[in-house]
């Protein structure tokens, strides 16, 4: 393992993701950037080395396992290795997604990308984080995936969304179980809340900029030996399951 810390940011070529490998690269880590869009992903990296940070390009599709454990090669190869595993990627899908006309393909391709690419990755990179001195995964959750929020009247956890919403309640039940197997291990995982950010996501209606809503990854990223795990937090503490 290298002496710089290293992180992988998946969905790193823009908003959210983008500034939370700028965070981590301003912090003096190399950063991983982690995209499916070769264009964007290159462009991206220009834009932090341009800044400073060191940082180097993971082509990445989190639904195609050989995609995954490609780059897994190339953080091992380029990183030295991986200290904190940052799962960004996400979409929300077709917008028409009421539970009695929603189209099953939709569905299955949003948790395929926000569920089941969590899970190939974090699986694809778990040797090299167990090697780390002081692993972290951080998985970008939402508030719109907490089952309390979203009974309550005075909370605005967004539009119905049958396959966004429950994929990110999932994504936390998901968060919890590797917490469970990973417990002692050293590695921290938690589930973070970017809250509503301005990004492609929401058509760029959020009121947050994607700088304040790397936020809470990067605090996730860099808690210390005793922090949390399994929790699910956002700028604000932890938000109710």
Known sequence: MSEKRTALVTGANKGIGFETARGLGAL?????????????RREAVARLQD?????????????????????????????????????????????????????????????????????????AMLPMLRRSPAPRIVNVSSSAGSLTRQQDPQE?????????????????????????????????????CPGF??????????????????VSSIRAATLPDDGPTGTFFDVDGVVPW
């Open 28 to 40: 003096g880590w190399k950063v991983g950037v982690g995209a499916r869009d070769d264009q964007r």
């Open 51 to 123: 800044e400073g940070v060191d940082a180097f390009e993971v082509p990445l599709d989190v639904t195609d396992t050989e995609s995954v454990m490609h780059a897994a090669e190339i953080v091992e190869r380029h990183g030295g290795g991986l200290d904190v595993l940052v799962n960004n990627a996400g979409i929300v899908g077709d917008l028409d997604q009421m539970p009695t006309s929603v189209d099953l393909d939709v569905f299955t391709g949003v948790l395929d990308t926000n569920v089941l690419g969590v899970v190939r990755v974090t699986n």
């Open 156 to 192: 605005n956890t967004g539009p119905i969304a049958v396959a966004y919403s429950p994929s990110k309640t999932l994504l936390n039940a998901v968060t919890v179980q590797y917490a469970r197997e990973l417990e002692g291990s050293g590695i921290l995982i938690n589930a973070v």
């Open 197 to 214: 950010v301005a990004t492609d996501l929401n058509g760029h209606r959020g009121t947050k900029t994607p700088q304040e809503g790397a």
